[in-house]
């Protein structure tokens, strides 16, 4: 069973599409987070949810909206994408606040042309 | 600011032993992770430091000085599948799951 799933895997749009990510986790954890990894391979945090509540909002643009409709689910919508949405876009939950381990999604892969 | 700096890159024997550093300057610190990431695959976690010293785990071991803000993974007995990326990440305060992660290390392990 996987544990931190996301859908689609590779997502190729045009510009100024919308469109969604969507996570779900079956490790019965209370926080999710959406990450960025941008083609230099740098790992950025975009949103992190604990219980379906909005606990980080990290400088995003506000054309992502984070949607929770249960702690196992965190979905992604981007409005009117840009080049520079490219990226991998990974999901990830966290139950343990001591050491703060993440499992992570094996995330989308977003190309906007 | 947060700064976390490592090595782009680093390549090694197969069998051998590598030592990948991290430096780090953050707003505050309470945690030091490691994590592996193979190429088109998921970080998946390796290591949790918080107090100074060396943690072992089989054939990877994680060292930490807060004081210098410096850590390593050290990478004994090197294996073919060893190759990946390996990112260094710091968690600034204890009450948050919020993690700043470095640029990461491509290890590339020829035979």
């Known amino acids: 069973d996987t544990a931190v799933s996301q859908t689609p895997k590779y997502l190729v749009t045009q510009m100024g599409n919308d469109k969604s990510i969507k996570c779900e986790q079956n490790?019965?954890?209370?926080?999710m987070y959406w990450y960025k990894q941008d083609s230099k391979k740098f790992l950025k945090i975009m949103f992190s949810?604990?219980?379906?509540?909005?606990?980080i909002n990290e400088t995003v643009p506000n054309r992502f909206s984070p949607k929770s409709p249960d702690k196992a689910h965190l979905n992604l919508h981007i409005n009117s994408l840009e080049l520079g949405d490219s990226a991998v876009y990974f999901c990830?939950?966290?139950?343990?606040?001591?050491?703060?381990?993440?499992?992570f999604g094996e995330g989308s892969r977003l190309t906007v042309l | 600011g947060q700064n976390i700096d490592q090595p782009t890159e680093m390549t090694a024997t197969e069998g051998a032993i590598v030592q990948i550093n991290c430096t780090y300057q953050?707003?505050?610190?309470?945690?030091l992770f490691w994590y592996q990431q193979h190429a088109g695959e998921a970080p998946t976690f390796l290591s949790y430091?918080?107090?100074?010293g060396l943690e072992e785990k089989g054939r990877f071991s994680s060292f930490l000085s807060r004081s210098k803000g410096y850590s390593y993974l050290l990478l004994k007995e090197l294996q073919m599948k060893d190759s990946a990326s390996y990112l260094c990440?710091?968690?600034?305060?204890?009450?948050?799951?919020?993690?700043?992660f470095g640029t990461g290390t491509r290890l590339q392990v020829f035979p």
């Open positions: 990830a939950s966290s139950q343990d606040l001591v050491t703060g381990e993440l499992f």
């Open positions: 490790l019965g954890h209370d926080t």
């Open positions: 949810y604990n219980n379906k509540e909005l606990i």
């Open positions: 953050t707003s505050g610190f309470n945690g």
């Open positions: 430091n918080v107090l100074d």
């Open positions: 990440a710091v968690r600034e305060r204890w009450n948050t799951d919020k993690l700043i």
